[in-house]
């Protein structure tokens, strides 16, 4: 078995792995999903989620599990590849539907990493990877923000009867059929392998309303933005079937688009959840996991599965109600956010701040992990069902691999540690993370050790008000708070505890300059 040694004194060990037989895997990764949204977390949640519950109530679920960033390009990087994505050349903000790819043509992928282990491997969903588009005059489509373009474009100028390069089926997928970016960027259309089935030729304009939200671009004749998710959980659906009586397994990496902006719940689910049309649409995705649950059931395959459950990142559709924390003077409550509040509804529930922030609210989420058959023989008590522990969404790659019994190499997944020890009642001398780096949408970091969580800087760094604090008056120019203690982030303790300030500073400047968490192994072979 490999050993995964990790950086710093404060995160030491190996892994572990458990001889088993080679499970199914599904990952479902829902899009702007709140810690609160789930009844299964939050018990004051008005948004009805039976199908998550069920699922939860059959699986380890995970209440401190983190999104390595508060939005949804560095995430899907870093659940794919096991990688801070702020190693990358992307240090802020996200990919538009046309940017060039962003994992390198030499990362092994999870997907990657399981087609080499006799897996098929499938993607349904949200990509926002990047991908090689032609322009009409043969050029690729640049990075947007190194061409200094601010806005998402629009597409008028690239060639698509030329296939792309570089997307899902670049990245070990056999098989993908989704949209390039968020459901609110260009292209508007259903790309299917490496091209578009249907040209897009007609125009979406511009909206900027509370619900439709989308940006100015090109439009395939008959897509609708309602017709996503239907699309999404039918080819999930059928892959689960097909798998019936297929003795290789298989990975399904299910990315959605929802609860993301625009929120387009179908007809059928207006006014269905009681809550408002955010309700609603979350209502509606949580029924897609039930058709795919079902399918499961049908095939067979619910007990050799490992599922995944999880978001990109914390809820955009939230008020914070702030009470004595510093930094309370300019906030102010977005309209969605309103909007739900007036529905009895927090998305991220007691969280501070909203998808794109440094706090909690923006990258703590929902984690669930359902344990196949041969894995759960060896489960422990009820509690372990429910697991306090401090994970990852790049965690999944590692944890995987120990589940396989199959080692990592030096150059996978550097910063992915396993928590299979939460999945199994077997102890290891195994890795544990006793560390998280957290990154905002406006590239403002944070340490979370222990109780304690570091911030080298005032404000939010995302969507929240203050985004950036003046600290010219006075005051500490940092933020500390005892999550143990202050969940809320109510308190700004750095002015009481600058010992502890200064020290997580000190570790988060050297994780920073390092190029991994997980340092190699000194043995080749298992």
């Excluded at 059959?58 to 999104?67: E, G, Y």
């Excluded at 794919?80 to 990358?88: A, F, N």
């Excluded at 090689?132 to 690729?140: E, K, S």
């Excluded at 600058?498 to 400047?509: D, S, V």
């Amino acid at each position: 078995m490999h050993k995964l040694f990790l950086v710093f004194s404060f995160v030491y060990g190996s892994s572990a792995a458990i001889a088993v037989d080679r499970p199914n895997i599904i990952v479902i990764l829902a899009d702007d999903l709140g810690y609160g949204d789930l009844q299964c977390y939050n018990p004051e949640s008005k948004i009805p989620t039976p199908h998550l519950n069920r699922l939860a109530a059959d699986s380890v679920r995970f209440t401190d599990a983190h999104t390595p960033s508060s939005v949804c390009t560095p995430t899907r990087y870093g659940l794919l590849t096991g990688r801070y994505c702020w190693r990358t050349s992307l240090k802020k903000g996200v990919l538009d539907g046309f940017d060039p790819p962003l994992v390198e043509p030499d990362r092994v992928t999870l997907a990657d990493f399981l087609k080499q282990h006799g897996y098929a491997t499938a993607c349904f969903g949200k990509w926002h990877l990047g991908m090689t588009w032609t322009q009409r005059d043969g050029t690729p489509m640049p990075n947007r923000t190194e061409v200094g373009i601010a806005k998402h474009r629009g597409g008028a100028e690239v060639d698509f009867a030329i296939e792309t390069q570089g997307g899902p089926l670049d990245c070990g997928f056999d098989s993908y059929l989704g949209i390039s970016a968020s459901l609110d960027m260009s292209p508007y259309g259903f790309l299917e392998g490496r091209s578009m089935p249907v040209l897009p030729t007609e125009k979406m304009a511009d909206t900027k309303e509370l619900a439709m939200s989308v940006s100015e671009g090109v439009l395939s004749p008959g897509f609708t933005l309602q017709g996503v998710l239907p699309e999404l959980t039918r080819r999930g659906e059928e892959f689960i079937l097909s798998r019936r009586d297929q003795t290789s397994p298989f990975f399904l990496y299910l990315p959605l688009a929802s609860p993301h902006l625009p929120v387009v719940p179908n007809e059928a689910w207006i006014g269905k959840s009681g809550v408002g049309i955010y309700g609603d649409f979350v209502a509606e995705t949580d029924a897609s996991i039930g058709v795919w649950l079902d399918a499961l059931n049908t095939a067979g395959l619910v007990d050799n599965t490992l599922i995944v459950f999880t978001s990109d990142n914390g809820g955009l559709w939230h008020q914070w109600e702030p009470q004595e924390a510093d930094d309370v003077a300019g906030y102010r409550p977005t309209p969605r956010a309103i909007y739900n509040a007036e529905h009895g509804h927090h998305s991220n529930s007691h969280l501070r701040g909203t998808k794109a922030d440094i706090w909690e609210g923006g990258h703590r989420v929902p984690f669930i992990v359902h344990v196949p058959r041969h894995l759960r023989s060896q489960t422990g008590s009820k509690d372990k069902q429910v697991s306090s522990a401090q994970v990852e969404l790049n965690d999944i790659f590692a944890t995987i691999a120990d589940v396989l019994d199959e080692p990592l190499a030096d150059n996978m997944a550097e910063d992915s540690i396993s928590f299979i020890d939460e999945l199994t009642s077997s102890k290891s001398e195994g890795a544990e993370r006793t560390f998280s780096v957290h990154h905002s949408l406006g590239g403002v970091f944070s340490l979370r050790q222990g109780p304690w969580k570091f911030v080298p800087s005032r404000g939010s760094g995302g969507f929240s008000h203050p985004k950036t604090a003046d600290v010219s008056a006075g005051g500490p120019s940092t933020q500390l708070y005892n999550l143990e203690d202050d969940p809320s982030e109510t308190r700004n303790v750095s002015s009481d505890y600058p010992e502890i300030a200064n020290k997580l500073a000190q570790q988060l400047a050297e994780i920073q300059a390092a190029d991994r968490t997980r340092l190699p192994s000194p043995v080749a072979e298992k």
